[in-house]
């Protein structure tokens, strides 16, 4: 992409003082009454950054000041510098959200991610079909509704009396019947597991859509060459997709760990504090047990958090593209 | 070629297997809405007695007229405004780009990680002291500035691919940067911001944090946050809450299928690009 030479938008400043001439009918006046573009360019974007600046980056700044404060969010607060963020990392209790955001990563990102390349591998030769079509539709489904909505119907489908059980008693597996979603050991995989169904198409369909761009004479190379599917797989479609994998990685870990909605509606965190994770344990410190400094200090955790994992996928992503 | 066909069958078989594990909660959903109200039906099984008329039970319920308004007006109170003010921010950064504007694209561009989560509790103590708790500027006013880093962003890529000689020629007659604006480059990005007036239509709809935090009475929310509310009070009467949940989510399907051509293929581009 050429850029244009800086400067070329740029009116000489001196013009600008003829902005007051009263003769403005001339097409040169006219010109000359326009701001210079520096400025014209900041109105453009002031709004934007008005309201980003008072609904994000102000915000941004206040969790981090309240988290070095012990308040109730009514009451006097007391200065504790950094002793919330102590509390968050020796407190198992405040600690496990954490932990569970990143177990959360596996079901949320490697498994829709891997299981996506596979069925796009697969399904490369018939991506033209009428019934890639379709799949492309349905498969995008999951990200169109709620989070709440899939939350409702994945509570049903897990629940004790729930299909999930029905087909497994039907191929004879009944004895692993249980209530998916209350069990302390099943409920944070099986809460993974919506999160997986939701990312799956959309991680798919990226995939797909990268794989229609490779060019198809290196695969007729590669078979000529007596390349297998797995040869394939490795040297021309994963060096290809790098881009649209680390676009699926980031969005899926992004997922992960800011889960919210669909914990809130199919556990609330229970059973005990098993599928707790750091939003909804930042909501239930600020919102019911009114503990404001320590909900910013993990607030501040989840953040960092985030940008901690996506920005090395990104730079990873550019270094390798050059 | 009989490897070929036999590759292609297989991935039709795949392709079948995972369209079918999307869809079967949506049909389990929709066969459960049908038992009768109140009981607790084994898997998915079509009911003796069909009760369609549970969709207008839980249409009542959830007060779903009031609810499609107070969603609608939220909607309205979003999307124009950010599809504003992220075109016009767009156009500053990636046609006219000032000096400094790399700066506050790099500022925008962090924003577009951030967890709403992280934020949420600034927001409720700014909107109480605006006293605005439990009115709809409580979801509108933090939506519009949450959603700016992706519009932005979004925006920002389409005019980035603009030629510079269109605004040269445009300068040359006459017109100035407002007009270039208007005349020029918000017809030409037309395609890009009717995908983006969707995605933010879509979640605007299905916003929830901010719903139950900044808003207590369900018939001022959006349909997500107010499906939340359906859940808390008829939780235990799963046909009803079937029925309920689909008659939300109905809508989303509806504007998804509707523009789902011209949107899938700009979101999966649009990803990519950003």
């Known amino acids: ?322 | 070629m009989i490897v070929g066909r036999r590759e292609a069958l297989v991935g039709r078989a795949l392709l079948v297997a995972l369209m079918a594990v999307t869809i079967v909660p949506f049909v389990s959903l929709f066969v459960t809405a049908l038992h009768p109200s109140g009981t607790y039906p084994p898997g998915v099984q079509w009911p003796a007695d069909p009760q369609w008329s549970n969709f207008g039970d839980a249409f009542r319920a959830a007060n779903m007229g009031r609810l499609l308004e107070s969603t609608g007006l939220i909607v309205l109170g979003v999307v124009p405004a950010s599809l504003l003010f992220g075109t016009m921010a767009g156009f500053g950064l990636g046609q006219i780009r000032m000096r400094g504007s790399r700066v506050v694209f790099l500022l925008f561009l962090l924003g577009l990680t951030l967890p709403f989560e992280g934020i949420i509790i600034p927001l409720y103590y700014t909107i109480r002291d605006m006293g605005l708790l439990n009115t709809r500027w409580a979801i509108i006013l933090p939506l519009i500035g949450l959603f700016m880093p992706f519009s932005i962003v979004w925006m920002r890529a389409h005019f980035i691919t603009m030629p510079a000689e269109l605004t040269e020629a445009a300068k040359v007659d006459g017109a100035n940067v407002w007009q270039l604006f208007w005349r020029i480059h918000v017809p030409l990005a037309m395609p890009a911001l009717s995908s983006l007036a969707i995605l933010l239509f879509l979640w605007t709809w299905n916003q929830f944090l901010l719903a139950i935090v900044l808003v207590d009475d369900p018939l001022k929310r959006t349909m997500a946050g107010a499906l939340g509310a359906f859940q808390g009070q008829w939780g235990t009467d799963i046909p009803l809450l079937c029925a309920g949940s689909l008659l939300i989510l109905t809508p989303t399907l509806l504007v998804f299928f509707v523009f789902q051509r011209q949107f899938v293929s700009a979101l999966l581009a649009g990803a990519v690009k950003s």
């Open chain 1, 1 to 322: 992409m050429p850029r244009p030479v800086e400067g070329t938008t740029t009116r000489p400043p001196g013009r600008v003082a003829a902005e007051s001439s009263p003769a403005e009918k001339g097409r040169r006046v006219r010109r000359a009454r326009r701001p210079a573009p520096a400025l014209v360019g900041w109105l453009f974007v002031a709004p934007a950054l008005v309201m980003y600046g008072v609904f994000v980056l102000r915000p941004i700044a206040v969790t981090l000041q309240y988290s070095l404060y012990d308040w109730d969010g009514a009451g006097p607060s007391t200065w504790v510098g950094l002793g919330n963020y102590a509390k968050i990392f020796t407190d198992p209790d405040l600690l496990g959200p954490i932990l569970h955001a990143f177990q959360l990563i596996v079901f949320f990102s490697a498994v829709p991610v891997t299981l996506g390349l596979f069925v796009a591998t697969t399904i490369r030769r018939i991506a033209q079909s009428r019934l890639a079509g379709i799949a492309r539709t349905i498969l995008f489904l999951p990200q169109v509704i709620p989070l709440v909505a899939a939350g409702i119907m994945w509570s049903w489908l897990l629940s004790s009396t729930g299909l999930v059980n029905q087909l497994l008693s039907a191929v004879g597996l009944g004895s692993l019947t249980r209530g998916w979603l209350g069990d302390f050991t099943t409920a944070l995989p099986a809460v993974g597991l919506i999160g997986a169904w939701v990312l799956l198409g959309l991680c798919t369909l990226l995939l797909l859509a990268g794989m229609s761009k490779i060019d198809q004479t290196l695969y007729e190379a590669a078979r000529l060459d007596g390349a297998g599917a797995v040869r394939e797989f490795v040297s021309i479609t994963l060096p290809s997709l790098r881009q649209e994998i680390a676009v699926c990685v980031t969005i899926t870990v992004i997922a992960a760990l800011s889960s919210f909605d669909i914990v809130y509606i199919s556990t609330q965190g229970g059973p005990g504090n098993s599928t707790l994770v750091p939003g909804l344990q930042v909501y239930y410190l600020a919102f019911s047990e009114r503990d404001i400094g320590t909900a910013c200090a993990l607030a501040m955790v989840l953040m960092t958090l985030v940008l901690a994992t996506v920005l090395p996928i990104q730079w990873f992503n550019r270094e390798d593209s050059r």
